[in-house]
T-cell receptor, first 115, second 107 residues
Framework: KAGVTQTPRYLIKTRGQQVTLSCSPI?????VSWYQQTPGQGLQFLFE???????NKGNFPGRFSGRQFSNSRSEMNVSTLELGDSALYLC??????????????FGEGSWLTVV | KNEVEQSPQNLTAQEGEFITINCSYS?????LHWLQQHPGGGIVSLFM???GKKKHGRLIATINIQEKHSSLHITASHPRDSAVYIC?????????FGTGTSLTVIP
């Protein structure tokens, strides 16, 4: 069974640009959640999607958005990039909602550098 | 204020030692997760627990809901256990992470 797949793995963007990251969950998983990891703030929860609907959201500005498609694949978008958005962005999938206590399976992450 | 506190932040052990990593949290939770992150970024879920104790191989995780505390134990530690161990909790409609414990096991 294939794991959680994230693309691209590495990317460099310029301040002010936008970026879209993609996540393909494990087959059969309906929940996809996104996380930001930085040396200063550690891991932080961005949001969770289940059945194409955002179910939970962390404390991030509206520049961070996402969506989920009918096949459970998800995309995350960050608009008007700032230097502080440089981070490892992780996607995870689970059978059910993560906040209902389901096991989480992480992808390898997308390393975003904003210059 | 951090909803999840881990200790110690860094830990160095000799191969074969018994290791304990602690996690305390301040919010009401539905579940607690122990995660392992190796250099390069990939994160693996080791345990998810809401009560009692779970064991997988040399790893044991316990949780005390009343005291809002969990521990991760590694018996007979091995250099391949070297990683960052992260505690995370489902609290309400949020998911909170500890800052992680960096473990180095020396042969």
């Amino acid at each position: 069974k294939a794991g959680v797949t994230q693309t691209p793995r590495y990317l460099i963007k310029t301040r002010g640009q936008q970026v879209t990251l993609s996540c393909s969950p494990i087959s059969g998983h309906r929940s996809v959640s996104w996380y930001q990891q930085t040396p200063g703030q550690g891991l932080q929860f961005l949001f969770e999607y289940f059945s194409e609907t955002q179910r939970n959201k962390g404390n991030f500005p509206g520049r961070f958005s996402g969506r989920q498609f009918s096949n459970s694949r998800s995309e995350m978008n960050v608009s008007t990039l700032e230097l502080g958005d440089s981070a490892l962005y992780l996607c995870a999938s689970s059978l059910g909602l993560i906040l209902s206590g389901n096991t989480i399976y992480f992808g390898e992450g997308s390393w975003l550098t904003v210059v | 204020k951090n909803e999840v506190e881990q200790s110690p932040q860094n830990l160095t052990a000799q191969e074969g030692e018994f290791i304990t990593i602690n996690c305390s949290y301040s919010v009401g939770i539905s579940a607690l997760h122990w995660l392992q992150q190796h250099p390069g970024g990939g994160i693996v879920s080791l345990f998810m627990l809401s009560s009692g104790k779970k064991k997988h191989g040399r790893l044991i995780a316990t949780i005390n809901i009343q005291e809002k505390h969990s521990s991760l134990h590694i018996t007979a530690s091995h250099p391949r256990d070297s990683a960052v161990y992260i505690c995370a909790v489902n609290g309400g409609n949020q998911f909170y992470f500890g800052t992680g414990t960096s473990l180095t096991v020396i042969p």
